[in-house]
């Protein structure tokens, strides 16, 4: 099965990727679970449904980002191998002539 494929069938997602514990993006994560838990704790029920309104705003808008920049990375890396692609053709006419 070809990449393309796998894309297609959903065997490859870009978006997905195994977070190491270490690193700083886990750390960050763990920060945002846990302000989330304090902020839900602490805040009075008439003020509960806004919040959970802004993070679904939120999410909805980082989720979008994420395709905008998967989008704006394949088609950079997609300009980079026809650009080189070109260059290779080029340079082999130049060594037969």
Same mark, same amino acid.
């Given at each position: 099965?070809?990449?393309?494929?796998?894309?297609?069938?959903?065997?490859?997602?870009?978006?997905?990727?195994?977070?190491?514990?270490?690193?700083?993006? *886990?750390? /960050? #994560?763990?920060?945002?679970?846990?302000?989330?838990?304090? $902020?839900?704790?602490? %805040?009075?029920?008439?003020?509960? &449904?806004?919040?959970?309104?802004?993070?679904?705003?939120?999410?909805?808008?980082? *989720?979008? /980002? #994420?395709?905008?920049?998967?989008?704006?990375?394949?088609? $950079?890396?997609?300009? %980079?191998?026809?650009?080189?692609? &070109?260059?290779?053709?080029?340079?082999?006419?130049?060594?037969?002539?």
């Amino acid at each position: 099965m070809t990449t393309i494929e796998k894309l297609y069938y959903g065997h490859v997602r870009p978006h997905e990727r195994i977070v190491d514990p270490e690193s700083r993006l *886990a750390v /960050l #994560q763990d920060l945002l679970l846990s302000s989330d838990e304090d $902020l839900t704790r602490l %805040l009075p029920e008439n003020c509960k &449904g806004a919040y959970e309104a802004f993070k679904a705003a939120y999410d909805e808008m980082n *989720a979008t /980002l #994420q395709v905008e920049s998967f989008a704006d990375g394949f088609s $950079l890396g997609l300009r %980079l191998g026809i650009e080189s692609y &070109g260059r290779e053709t080029a340079c082999r006419r130049d060594g037969e002539k």
